[in-house]
């Protein structure tokens, strides 16, 4: 199973935002820490905003921050808002299935099972667990620590 780009983008802008906390994130800032084109973006934190991951701030110094706690943001969360579907195969889907063995096959039940561990981990992980080593991130993400207040850098 792989995920979509659209997943790991808006896993990436969640982890950018909670780590640039308290600090309002720019779109544009996102963008260029990623190497992804602001449009793509901007598409991309539409439902993350509408289900609450992110809020928007209007204004000349506007941007974007987590829209509730990073430890109430789980993976799953997120790749449920990202991903069309968990289909594993065919038989997943339902409908016309060409497969002959379909009603006494233990794949679908065996990979039932697999995609349920798959969410318990999803679950299990929260943007917190993610961002959790937020000097290094903050680095690699181009923001720069002298720019946060004393206060701040004293907690990290």
């Known amino acids: 199973m792989k995920l979509t780009r659209q997943s790991s983008y808006a896993i990436r802008t969640l982890i950018y935002c909670a780590v640039n906390e308290p600090e309002l994130s720019r779109i544009a800032d996102i963008a260029k820490a990623h190497a992804i084109s602001e449009l793509f973006l901007f598409k991309l934190i539409k439902p993350l905003v509408e289900n609450g991951l992110l809020q928007t701030v209007r204004g000349r110094h506007g941007g974007i921050r987590l829209g509730r706690p990073a430890t109430d943001i789980t993976l799953l969360d997120t790749i449920r808002l990202t991903e069309e ?35 318990e981990v999803l679950e299990s992980k929260t943007i917190a667990d993610l961002a959790n080593k937020r000097r290094s991130l903050r680095e690699r993400l181009g923001l720069k620590y002298e720019d946060m207040e004393p206060a701040l850098i004293a907690m990290n």
Not at 92 to 109: A, R, T
């Open 85 to 119: 579907n968990f289909a594993m195969a065919e038989c997943f889907e339902g409908g016309d299935i060409s497969c002959p063995l379909v009603d006494s096959c233990d794949v679908n039940s065996a990979l039932r099972e697999a995609l349920g561990a798959f969410f």
